[in-house]
Nanobody, 119 residues
């Protein structure tokens, strides 16, 4: 399974970006998908997750009300709409897929996409 992120870039504070993650595997529709981010010297942190059917989402307090996670299982794709970006949102953003099928677990990561928010 490959997860490929795109959509990162440089934006001014208050601006918006939309990240995308596309999966090559057949496990996508069974996976809880998530976005995580990491800055140098710090641990990777959860940004948002979405259940396989898309019915339940979860957000870090720091992004609630600004970021929206969504998915399209027909396209094996997940998205993160980021609005009102702040300099502290600067990080490498990673796509993650977790799941289990007949007690066989999986946990896949993308290569990351850089998001830089200037003051």
């Amino acid at each position: 399974v490959q997860l490929v992120e795109s959509g990162g870039g440089l934006v001014q504070a208050g601006g918006s970006l939309r990240l995308s993650c596309v999966s090559s595997g057949s496990t996508f529709s069974r996976s809880t998908m998530g976005w995580y981010r990491q800055v140098p010297g710090k641990e990777r942190e959860l940004v948002a997750t979405i259940t396989p059917g898309g019915g339940i989402t979860n957000y870090a307090d720091s992004v609630k009300g600004r970021f929206t996670i969504s998915r399209d299982n027909a396209k094996n794709a997940m998205y993160l709409q980021m609005n009102n970006l702040k300099p502290e949102d600067t990080a490498v953003y990673y796509c993650n897929a977790k799941g289990k099928f007949f007690a066989i677990p999986w946990d896949y990561w993308g290569q990351g996409t850089q998001v830089t928010v200037s003051p």
